[in-house]
């Protein structure tokens, strides 16, 4: 005897039934074995540990956002174009202080020290001043910290 699709299907489907139909008492089962316990004071123990991490990753970013305020007021008070205190952070380095001297880079030092010299140079005299007007637009980039 040969079956038909449909037949199939439908024989199928009261098997399934059939296998479903205690499944509320298959899962009290489950639920009394001690090895189901375990599992679920382990999530928790993973939600909580999870609480945990999201906790301390807000700390960390206030921290970070204090340490930041603090290295602008740093660089306010004893930086400036040339000399800085620069802060590294993010989820895959570790955070680090560096200072940082570079003439170069977008509104470096370089364009204010070329704009200063081609004003210094204006003058007829500069040629007898000119190192003077050097040292003079360096000395603005030393830090003393005494």
Known sequence: ????????????????TKILCNADHVK???????????????????????????????KASRMRKLVTEDIKSFNDQYGNEVFKLNYNYGYSCDDSLEFETSVNGYH????????????????????DNIMQIVSDIADKFIVDLS
């Open 1 to 16: 005897m040969q079956f038909r699709k449909f037949e199939i299907d439908a024989m199928v489907d009261g098997v399934c």
């Open 28 to 58: 009290a089962q489950f639920e009394n074995l001690q090895e189901y316990a375990d599992i679920k004071e382990a999530l928790n123990d993973l939600k909580e540990a999870k609480k945990e991490i999201k906790e301390a990753e807000e």
């Open 108 to 127: 470096g030092a370089r364009s204010t020290i070329a704009s200063e010299l081609a004003v210094a140079l204006l003058p007829r005299d500069a040629k």
